[in-house]
Structure formats: structure tokens, C-alpha cells
């Protein structure tokens, strides 16, 4: 298995600068170890540097000696290697999740990376597709994961991306890669643990291939489908407009579900969706011009020609970022911030002390928006 230009193309789409490092999220299971090889391989053709990260999250005595075996699995490759341990673990896989991002997200900006290679396989997309559709997703928005995202925690993964590269591979095939490399990989026991509704997913399709057979054809016509959908809203997200003093402004009256929960996080300054239907609520109560309702740290307020979103003075600052202000304005000795006096109303109380702010609303959009038009090749 080798990436060629098509890996190229697509790290180049996020990183423009050839001299910043890869990032690699390696755990040691048979995916994120294809994923380095084959990654080394292509750092060496076309003389790139990549760096390899492994979380010890500390829930298994195990995890240590894991993350000394990546460690020295990327020695014996000649690849830089960090392991990043989790200082207070919680038993959840969510909480594993959003852990593990966070302090990749903190080492890959101390390196000046830009882009995250994942191991995610196509098996993960079917497998995703199954677990949304039990939880009453029926349309394209069951696929997942996309090839091209964001890293899902803020403000830790400002302009960082995360990229799938192997979506279009089978674990079984990266398996076989590696035994032919005549190397091995770490077997995680939670991967067999039937507790959790994924491992459940996949111990039904082992004993019923058939079956798996036909989710897989299934991925594929809604990933189709679902690449339209993601161009169509990435289309709706270039109308968005945002003011210098970081307030957004929809520019339609005409807005979807899938728009404002998307917006109300961005102006939240967080990575936390508001429920879809707590944001069908609010947008019920402001049909008319001037109506206003506060939801998950923003409030939406109905406009003329469209709503407008805002942060919610009220909202608890939550940021490990020291020149990141709430996750909306980022320090910038070249920018001029407009004074208080000078603000709309709406955002005069929400924002930093000082000038030398730049409001990154646009630039969290517009990043959003580059993904969503990234499609898998």
C-alpha cells in the first residue's frame, strides 16, 4: 500500500507550507500502524517530516507499555515520536475522545502542524453508518466519518485538520499490508468488549458477512449522496457573513436546522452542538424582526433579512488557549479591535479587553466550509 499525489493534494488543500510536520495519531492497533508505514513511505518520496503522537489514557495498566511499543515501532522507522498521557482520567469513551484530540491538538501547535493523519477505515464509516441509523438517522447524514474535518475540540484545534486517508480501505487489507511488512500491532481488549454499541456493530457483521457485505454498498450510495448534501451547506455557509467585531449575520431569512446548530457553536466560541431541536424552538420564537432567545452560550436574534448570531455575555469562558479569547478572537498585534463605543450592542459586552484582537469566527467558518467540500477520491 502506497499514497502518492492524491495524499499530497490533499495535505497541501490544509498545510501550505511543505516545511511544517504531518501529525500521525498512532495507538498501536493494525490501523494507525498501516497508516505510519505507509505515511513514512510517502514522507520519504517526497521529503516530508512526520511526527507520530500516541495518547496514554491511562485507563489500562497496559496503555503504557502500548505507547512504549509505538515508540519503538517509529525508532526502528526513523519517524519522531511523543507520547502524551492523560493526568485525569474518566472511564468514558467519549470523554477518552475528546481527551485524546485535546492533547494531540496542544503538541501538534507546539510543532507548528497543521494536518492529522488518522487511521479510520472504511470498516468506521459502515460501522458509524449502523450505529446512526439505530439512533434514528435515516438519511445521508448517517455517514461519518468525512475525509476531511476539523479537529472536533475548541479552541485547542484552531486550524488544524484532521484527514482520513484509508476510508476507502478494509482493516482486513491493512491487516494483510502488515503481516507482509512482518509486522505487528496491539490488539486493544475494549475492541472485544461488547459493552460498548460499536463492538456490538462489529461482532454482527463478522457473523454475518452477507449483511456486512451489503451495509458496505449501502456506505457507498449514501456517501454519494452525502457529499451533495455537505456541498449544498457548504454553499449555504459562503452566504454567512461575519462583521470585523466578530458578529454573524445569516444574510437569509431562510436558514436550515442544520445552519443554525452549526453557527450557534461557532458564535458559542465552543465545540458543543446545541440540540436540534432546542435550536427548532428558539428559531420558532423569533419570527419577528428584533425577537431574541439565548441557546447553548449564543443568542439568535431574528433581523430584517436574515439572524443574527452573537455570544451569550452570560456564557462561562472556558479556554486553555492563553492568546484565544473565549474561542472567538485571537491575538493579533496587527489588528485593531473597534472600541466598546464603537460596537453594535450585541456584542459590545462580550468582548476582550484591549485592541490587539482579531475575531476568528471567519476563519473557523470558511475552515469548516474547506472540509465540506473535501471529498474522498
Not at 369 to 377: A, F
Request: glycine share 6%; hydrophobic share 40%; aromatic share 6%.
Amino acid at each position: 500500500m502506497r499514497f502518492g499525489r492524491g495524499l499530497t493534494a490533499l495535505i497541501d488543500r490544509f498545510q501550505s507550507d511543505p516545511n511544517s510536520p504531518i501529525a500521525i495519531a498512532v495507538s498501536g492497533g493494525s490501523d494507525s500502524l498501516a497508516l505510519l508505514h505507509a505515511a513514512k513511505a510517502w514522507a520519504d518520496d517526497t521529503d516530508r517530516r512526520i511526527i507520530a503522537f500516541t495518547v496514554d489514557h491511562r485507563l489500562r495498566p497496559e496503555a503504557a507499555l502500548e505507547a512504549q511499543f509505538v515508540a519503538e515501532v517509529c525508532q526502528s522507522l526513523g519517524v519522531e515520536h511523543q507520547t502524551l498521557a492523560w493526568i485525569n482520567p474518566r472511564a468514558t469513551q467519549n470523554a477518552a475522545r475528546r481527551a485524546r484530540y485535546r492533547l494531540i491538538g496542544v503538541a501538534m501547535r507546539a510543532v507548528g502542524a497543521r494536518c492529522l493523519l488518522t487511521g479510520h477505515t472504511q470498516d468506521d464509516v459502515v460501522e458509524t453508518m449502523m450505529i446512526r441509523r439505530r439512533h434514528g438517522v435515516r438519511d445521508a447524514m448517517a455517514i461519518g466519518p468525512a475525509v476531511a474535518a476539523p479537529l472536533p475540540v475548541w479552541p485547542e484545534g484552531y486550524g488544524i485538520t484532521v484527514l482520513r486517508p484509508l476510508l476507502e480501505s478494509r482493516r482486513s487489507s491493512l491487516q494483510t499490508y502488515l503481516n507482509d511488512l512482518g509486522s505487528t500491532w496491539v490488539e486493544d481488549p475494549s475492541n472485544a468488549d461488547a459493552k460498548f454499541e460499536r463492538v456490538r456493530v462489529r461482532q454482527f457483521f463478522a457473523r454475518h458477512p452477507r449483511l456486512a457485505e451489503i451495509a458496505r454498498q449501502t456506505s457507498r450510495s449514501l456517501r454519494i449522496e452525502r457529499q451533495r448534501m455537505d456541498s449544498d451547506f457548504a454553499s449555504q455557509l459562503g452566504r454567512v457573513r461575519v462583521s470585523a467585531e466578530g458578529l454573524i449575520d445569516t444574510d437569509t431569512a431562510d436558514v436550515s436546522i442544520r445552519l443554525m446548530t452549526l453557527l450557534t457553536r461557532v458564535a458559542s466560541g465552543s465545540d458543543r452542538d446545541p440540540r436540534a431541536g432546542a435550536v427548532a424552538d428558539v428559531l420558532d420564537k423569533v419570527q419577528d424582526p428584533g425577537q431574541r432567545q439565548t441557546i447553548g452560550g449564543a443568542w439568535l436574534q431574528r433581523a430584517r433579512s436574515g439572524i443574527l448570531i452573537g455570544f451569550d455575555p452570560a456564557a462561562a469562558a472556558d479556554t486553555l488557549e492563553p492568546d484565544i479569547f473565549d474561542g472567538r478572537y485571537v491575538k493579533d498585534d496587527t489588528a485593531r479591535l473597534p472600541s466598546a463605543d464603537d460596537m453594535s450592542f450585541l456584542v459590545r459586552h462580550a468582548r476582550p479587553s484591549g485592541d490587539a484582537w482579531r475575531s476568528i469566527i471567519p476563519d473557523r467558518i470558511s475552515h469548516i466550509q474547506k472540509c465540506l467540500q473535501t471529498s474522498v477520491s
